[in-house]
């Protein structure tokens, strides 16, 4: 073929057709073996898919895809082009082991045929190259025509066809250059082809057929040279309508039977062996042979040059006209009878090619039968999982929308509720923010009193209205501007002391904590401290049951041993130097109406040198201060004094929080009890229930915070402080819970008149909430303050909403 060996000067694309199949494969093998060889060449292999309308479902049947979920759907496309990538991935590898530029271009169409016309044409392709389609002949009928030949008729004029079957050439197709239709069935045929012009005419032996019955092209577009007549019985072929399946008679004994009957013929001439017919026979042996290989001629004109043989013998010699006559008859008679042994031999070999391939394709399809059953039961599997997957997240997704809407109602209830709270304790805020702007005088950090004003407000320092006599002073109370105080007197005049005491009340004025007592004012000349008033009194009258009052629970004192800690670490990490107490014992730790602990006597405490905090810092102290349980042993010792000196008085306090004891030997006592495990035998049982785990915790805190050298004392604010604010949770949960189980209210509910939960919450111009019968029955006869003692601007009464609600849902909990 003159169009394949042609050379181009640029670079050819040559498009190879491609769906999977063997044929596919032999087709793009045979293109670079013909073309990449003799020319620079790109290929461009087309392969058409159908157009995805529909999804699959794990029951066997399709859905529309506009019917199903945008995420399914986008699913099943990339499953589609995964399939695709992977059917096209042996097509690339041989472009590339050729070294072989190789475009894949993917078409979406519902026909084949028309799709790949399409693109040849828009990309101007000249050759095309495809793989012979494979299957029964008879039902490709019925279905309309071999892909192949449907392709070939549908590519343009311009551009060559070559269809390829079992990696050979079988079809050419070429209106451009003059070539129509050319079928080869094997590497004869194309010889024989070749040695033929494009014009020539096969001619049928027998005189009546025409010159287009010999050559015969099947459904499928793949023609195929038998010899004349070749079909000329046709095979017995009966549609069985009942079972659907195509049948035929066996093409075999219809071409055997014609033999035998040709056999006989031949076998009763030759009986005629004279040696005139043998000469006879030899002479006329070339011009039997080449009606075998040209097929030109027929059957009347051999009949004419006989009749005209015969005519000119007579004429010289009528003995030897008749001889002569006798010879040609058994001459045409052997012609005739060896055309057509030959016609069929040539059935014969179709009948038994076709059985061939059918076997074969019988085979083909029975192991895709086979396969497409495993495929097919792969599938049912895996729906089966897949529906036993959704419904398990179905169930997954239901308990999960029933947690999210009740944690949406929890968290709903818990807002409310912190609202409620939010707005109670913004408004105390508002009231403690009020009261400590009053008592700052106009941003001093604290008011210098007149010794008349603190006369005034002890009545003259009336024994009644002490409370406390301590080695440093007595302690009195008294009501300064309304308002309840603890008035300190020291005993010492001291010049010296004196010095140091206003310097240090200059430094001491500013300190805030909320577990430090609040210096409100002084009167320096006097020596005397004006300090907030503890209406609980100290933690030692609380320890030891003092006037009868309710011991402290467990979980109060948990919390009271964070609130010293955390006061101890704030003083020792105060600017410009860290501040020692020096003094820290449970008489000088004081509690409000709530139990909320404060350290007080700050006042007498050394400051140390402006240098960094660490266990390392020292100040020799020649007058030593303090309690003696309570004093660290290296300073009584060296006279040194550092901040671990706190941290020794913290370890006694801890101690005397858990059993309430005496200091004297109490180390050794809880020590010698954690070695028998018996420390719930010297706890003290008046706190409620201790928990063991967290009790034993806090008693061995306490202990290596009593370590004779500092340098074995844990850090304050790194260990003991973390540890303690964690028992300190763990408590504020069981009081909590203890609250719940005893039904006691928080002391915001408690009308501050009639000390019980209020009914009917109103809050006065004072700023406080009061119960409303109990208020209003005050302002009946009073116009000033039950809290504050000062005169109301009004007598107007706001309901307190959001405390109301709170006691409501309290109410009905403890219900």
């Not at 001291?494 to 430094?507: G, N």
């Not at 609040?518 to 008033?533: F, T």
Request: hydrophobic share 35%.
């Amino acid at each position: 073929m003159d169009e394949v060996d042609e050379l181009s000067p640029s670079v050819l694309t040559i498009a190879v057709a491609v769906n999977g199949s063997k044929n596919s494969k032999y087709a793009l093998a045979w293109a670079l073996e013909k073309f990449v060889p003799k020319r620079r060449v790109s290929f461009r292999l087309l392969y058409v898919r159908q157009k995805i309308t529909s999804v699959p479902t794990p029951f066997g049947n399709y859905l529309p895809i506009d019917d199903v979920r945008d995420d399914v759907a986008l699913a099943y496309k990339k499953e589609i082009k995964w399939q695709t990538e992977v059917l096209l991935l042996p097509y690339k590898k041989m472009c590339a082991q050729r070294q072989v530029e190789a475009k894949v271009v993917v078409i979406e169409a519902e026909d084949v045929a028309n799709a790949i016309s399409k693109e040849v044409a828009r990309c101007s392709i000249s050759k095309l190259v495809i793989g012979a389609s494979s299957g029964n002949p008879l039902i490709r009928k019925f279905k309309g025509g071999k892909l192949s030949s449907r392709i070939s008729r549908c590519i343009s004029s311009l551009c060559m066809v070559y269809i390829i079957s079992n990696g050979k050439l079988s079809f050419v197709h070429s209106s451009a250059s003059g070539i129509d239709e050319i079928s080869f069935t094997s590497e004869k045929d194309e010889s024989i082809k070749n040695e033929s012009d494009s014009s020539t005419v096969f001619s049928s032996i027998s005189g009546n057929s025409s010159s287009t019955d010999s050559e015969f092209t099947d459904i499928d577009g793949e023609a195929n040279f038998y010899p004349p007549n070749a079909f000329t019985r046709p095979i017995q072929r009966n549609l069985d309508l009942s079972s659907g399946e195509l049948k035929r008679s066996t093409s075999a004994d219809i071409v055997l039977t014609k033999a035998g009957a040709a056999g006989t013929h031949l076998t009763r001439f030759l009986s005629l062996d004279t040696d005139e017919d043998a000469m006879s026979y030899s002479s006329n042996g070339s011009e039997m042979q080449c009606s075998d290989i040209t097929m030109s001629g027929s059957k009347t004109s051999q009949t004419d040059q006989s009749q005209n043989s015969d005519q000119c013998s007579t004429s010289e010699n009528p003995r030897k006209s008749s001889v002569s006559g006798g010879k040609v008859n058994i001459d045409c008679e052997l012609e005739r009878l060896r055309i057509d042994l030959q016609q069929l031999q040539g059935m014969y070999e179709f009948a038994r090619n076709e059985s061939v391939n059918t076997s074969h394709q019988i085979n083909e399809l029975s192991a895709r039968c086979k396969e497409e059953a495993v495929k097919l039961e792969e599938i049912r599997t895996r729906a089966k999982k897949a529906e036993e997957v959704a419904q398990q997240e179905k169930k997954r997704r239901e308990a999960a929308e029933r947690e999210a809407e009740y944690a949406r109602e929890r968290a709903e209830k818990e807002a409310l509720q912190r609202k409620d709270v939010e707005k109670i304790i913004a408004r105390e805020a508002d009231e403690k923010k009020r009261m400590e702007k009053a008592l700052s005088c106009n941003g001093v950090q604290f008011r210098n009193y007149t010794w008349e004003e603190i006369e005034s407000a002890t009545s003259s320092f009336s024994d009644h209205f002490k409370i406390g006599l301590g080695a440093n002073g007595t302690v009195y109370k008294g009501s300064l501007h309304h308002t309840s105080v603890a008035v300190k007197i020291l005993h010492s005049n001291d010049s010296h002391r004196t010095k140091q005491f206003k310097r240090e009340l200059e430094v001491l004025g500013r300190l805030r904590h909320p577990h430090l007592l609040l210096l409100l004012g002084a009167c320096p000349d006097r020596r005397c401290l004006v300090y907030e008033y503890m209406e609980n009194g100290s933690l030692a009258d609380r320890l030891q049951c003092k006037d009868g009052a309710a011991p402290l629970p467990w979980f109060y004192r948990y919390r009271i041993a964070w609130e010293i800690a955390s006061a101890l670490v704030f003083l020792h990490n105060s600017k410009p130097g860290p501040i020692i107490h020096r003094d820290l014992k449970p008489e000088n730790i004081l509690l409000d109406r709530n139990f909320v602990s404060k350290i007080g006597d700050v006042g007498l405490s050394t400051i140390l040198p402006s240098v960094d905090y660490s266990v390392h810092t020292l100040c020799k102290d020649s007058a030593p201060v303090g309690t003696f349980f309570y004093i660290d042993p290296e300073y009584q010792r060296t006279g040194l004094v550092s901040p671990q000196s706190d941290t020794y008085a913290l370890g006694m306090v801890i101690l005397g929080l858990l059993t309430a004891k005496s200091p004297m030997g109490l180390a050794h006592i809880v020590e010698k009890a954690l070695q028998d495990s018996c420390l719930m035998d010297v706890l003290d049982s008046r706190a409620g229930q201790w928990p063991p785990e967290e009790t034993q915790e806090l008693a061995f805190l306490g202990l290596s915070c009593l370590e004779l050298r500092r340098k074995d004392r844990p850090d304050l604010k790194d260990r003991v402080l973390p540890w303690l604010e964690r028992l300190k949770d763990f408590a504020n949960k069981a009081h909590d819970l203890a609250q719940q189980a005893t039904s006691i209210p928080p002391s915001y509910f408690i009308c501050p008149l009639v000390k019980r939960v209020m009914d009917d919450p109103c809050i006065a111009s004072d700023g406080y909430t009061y119960s409303r019968n109990a208020i209003e029955t005050w302002l009946r006869t009073n116009g000033k303050s039950p809290m504050t003692n000062l005169l109301l601007p009004n007598k107007d009464l706001i309901p307190n909403q959001s405390l109301l609600s709170a006691i409501n849902d309290w109410k009905s909990r403890t219900q």
